[in-house]
Each structure stands twice: as C-alpha cells, then as structure tokens.
C-alpha cells in the first residue's frame, strides 16, 4: 500500500499513470467531480477501455468537454454514467491496482491540493476480499447510474450557461435540473445495513457464479464429444479440464496480443455480446482441428490434472503437509499469478530484486500454510471446508465464506484460487475457474464477471 498525498510526500497519481499501462486491462474511475482529462488521455493513447462514473447534480461536477468526449467517441471501450449521491474517488487499473481517496480528476486535485488516499497494488487487492468489495462497489453504482446522452449533456450544457450568469440565488433552477427525466431517482444509501448489503452481495455472487458454472459445462459437454475434441485428447479427460484447457488454448492464442501481451478480453465482448454462440462455435471448430496442443496444455490435462485431483482427495487434503501444499500451489495457475504480484517483504524475500516465479510461488506457499483464519482454521482446514464441508449443492456458498471477510478467510487466497482449486479437485460437476478462464469467456461474449 502506497499513501498518495501530493506534496506532502512527494506522491502523486500522476506517477501510477507511467507505470500502470503495461499491465491495465482496463480502468474502472468513479469520481464525483471531473475536469482534468488526464486519465482519459491517458487510456485512449494506451488503447484502454475505460469506464467513468462521474456526480450528478445543478452544479455540473463533470466537465462540459469531457462529457462531449465521450459522445464524440462513440465507443463501447469508452462509457460514462452519471448518478446522485455519490461523491466517491476510487480508480481501478484492473491488472495493476486501486486508489481509494479524496482526489477528484481536477487538475488542483492532481497537483496542488492536500489530498490523502491510498494505492494498493492488485497483488494486495486480490490476496484480500478487496477485490470483492470494489466489485461490489463499481456494482452498486453501476445500478444506481444513468448512460449520458446527447439530451442529457445538453441539458447539463444549458445549467452550465445558466451558472455562468447567476452563480447566486439559483435554487428553483437546479432543483427543476435534478429532476430531469434522463436520470434515474434514487434515494441513496441512508437505510442499507451492513447485513443486508452483504446477504446481497452473496446473493449476486452465488447466481453470477452458477450461471458461469453452467455454461463451463456447456463448454465441457461439447467440446468433448467425439468428433468435437482435438486427436490429442481421449475421451476419458473429465469435461471440466477439457472446457477449462480449450479456453487456455483460446486465451493465449486468441485474447493476448501476440506483440504487447496485453489482454483484449473487453474489445472482444463488445464484438461478440450479441452472439456468443457463434463466437464459440468458431473458436470450437478452430480447437478440434488443433492436430497438438498449442499453449502447452498437455502437460495441464496428462500430468498437472491427474495430481491436483489426487492430491485434493478429501483423504489427502485431511493429511495434507506444507510440502504437498506447495506442489498444489506450482501447479495452480491463479496462485502463481497471484505471488508474482506479491510483495518480496511479505514472503520473506530479499526487496529491490526481481524473483522468479518459480521462487516466489513456493515462497506464497510458505506464507499461506503458516496463516490462519480468523477462526483459527489452517490453509488444508479451509480447503476441506470448501471441498468437503458440506452438500455438493452448498458448495458456492462455501466458497463464497472462504473468499469474504468472515471465519473462513485467510488473505492471498482468493476466490480466483479457490476456484480453481475446486475445478481441479471435482472437475466433473465443477470446472475449473480463475479470472484467466473468466476473461477467455468473456472475450467470447458470454457476461461473466471477472473476480480476480
């Protein structure tokens, strides 16, 4: 976690704006006030989707020329919504981290103002239910926002004139502006309990992730008949690592770019959103034909599968030692991402170098088998907890308590890793998922979330 304070500190958002490209799919911004474009610059020269929600309300908070920009574009890559009660500043680099803090996109708020917020790095945010909350976040203001358009901006355009000629007494006028009929009426957040927010919470999570689950069996049930599975895979395969290896194949070959290995999941949703169908019957006729396997995900299938699903026997996982614990983590893809992301102090590791994944993978091994959970749970207690803790129909719910601030919870082991653990452990009813798998079907048009 980085503190952001302008000069007090010599910290400034500017400088996440050099480092953030490489690794940014895109940039979710919901700040209230808005007139300083350059976040918006910045993601257009990048080639970055991005999705802005700015305040609503008689004193236009966004900027006339920005809200122009954005209709001028005319771009799926590039939305903005407006909604009342709102006076959030969150940014979200999905891929390199969040700033939670005071700072509007202003230029003083850039540059000049006292401002305090905090950076955290996607490592920090994926190892931690943060992920989840800021999804919840960006949710919820997502429901409660309305799209621009031209009516609307014209509107905002005419209040605007109006503010420049009577910056005092101005009541009637604003209030007759926020009851202008482009905007969704809400009544804000004032009788939303905790308990309440996250029973809704969980109740999203639980439906997104069974549909998800239902059509990763889809997928699993047709790419594995006879005449739909490459040569190189017999039949035996459990369907859910076939489904989960064929959107590997698509991910690496299809969705990154061969030359900036960046992910173009977002571009490729707009393009295909309405009509999955074809795009998977397309990308399915290009995998049969595969005469081997072309992102190495035979190794995955014939050698890496066959021991996860072994050694997270129920039997095994009861006994599991540190040992067993870190050969499970080198051959889970989400958990290799993840330590990559983690910081050198937090697994004991000399700063100011660059390690392997192949050190730091088992060094976030170490790390996770010596945490517990708040009920004092161990890392193989919370995976049999998962796995084996209940019906097989309770099993979301169950993930869903171990990857969410609660008993169950132990930080860096999150619901991307979980998943896929599940997925290789009972690939038969649960296929595996990560946020690798998650982007591969969205770039398909299919409306799954991406967790993290």
């Known amino acids: 976690m980085r503190l952001i304070l302008n000069g007090i500190n010599g910290r400034y958002l500017r400088e996440i704006l050099v480092n953030a490209a490489p690794d940014t799919d895109v940039v979710e911004a919901a700040v209230a006030y808005a ?4 976040l918006f610059e910045w993601c257009i020269e990048n080639d970055i989707p991005l999705r802005f929600w700015g305040r609503f309300d008689d004193g236009v908070p966004v900027a006339l020329p920005l809200l122009k920009g954005f209709l001028a574009r005319r771009s799926a890559n590039y939305t ?3 909604l009342t009660h709102f006076h959030a ?17 202003t230029d003083r708020a850039w540059h000049n103002n006292i401002e305090a917020g905090c950076f955290f790095d996607e490592g920090e945010i994926t190892g931690t239910s943060l992920d989840d909350e800021l999804q919840a976040f960006f949710r919820r203001v997502d429901e409660e926002s309305s799209p621009i358009t031209e009516e609307l901006v014209n509107s905002l355009e005419q209040r605007a004139r109006e503010l420049q000629r ?3 007494q101005d009541g009637d006028r604003g209030k007759t502006l926020l009851r202008n009929p482009g905007i969704k009426q809400w009544g804000g957040l004032v009788n939303v309990n905790r308990p309440n927010a996250m029973s809704r919470r969980k109740e999203a999570f639980m439906e997104e992730w069974f549909n998800t689950l239902q059509t990763l069996r889809m997928i699993g049930a047709r790419i594995s008949e006879d005449g739909g599975r490459p040569p190189w895979i017999p039949s035996d395969v459990p369907h859910g690592a076939q489904a989960d290896q064929f959107l590997h194949a698509h991910y690496y070959t299809h969705v990154i770019g061969a030359d900036d290995r960046k992910s173009y999941f977002a571009e490729q949703y707009e393009l295909n959103k309405n009509n999955p169908e074809r795009a998977f019957t397309e990308t399915a006729i290009w995998w049969r034909s595969l005469p081997s396997a072309p992102k190495g995900e035979s190794r995955m299938l014939f050698e890496w599968a066959p021991f996860l699903r072994e050694r997270l026997s129920e039997e095994n996982v009861r006994n599991m030692s540190r040992e067993d614990f870190s050969a499970i983590c080198q051959r889970v ?10 910081a050198n102090r937090v697994l004991n590791l000399t700063e100011g170098s660059l390690h392997p994944m192949e050190e730091k993978t088992p060094a976030l091994a170490n790390y996770l088998f010596n945490q517990r959970a708040p009920n004092g749970a161990t ?9 084996y803790g209940g019906a097989e129909g309770d099993l979301v719910s169950r993930l869903w308590d171990a990857t969410t601030d609660g008993p ?5 082991l999150g619901v991307s890793a979980l998943g896929e653990i599940v997925g290789w ?3 038969d009813r649960f296929p595996p998922r990560n946020n690798r798998t998650s982007k591969a079907l969205r770039s398909l048009g299919f409306p799954v979330r991406v967790h993290g």
């Open 425 to 427: 452990a009972l690939p």
């Open 80 to 82: 903005c919504k407006l």
């Open 166 to 168: 009577l910056r005092e």
């Open 35 to 38: 007139s300083y474009d350059a």
């Open 408 to 412: 169950w919870k132990i930080d860096h």
């Open 379 to 387: 890392i193989p207690e919370v995976i049999h907890f998962v796995l």
């Open 333 to 342: 893809w989400s958990i290799q991402d993840h330590g990559r992301r983690v």
């Open 89 to 105: 500043k969150v940014i979200w680099w999905h891929g390199y981290g969040a700033y939670v803090g005071s700072a509007n996109l």
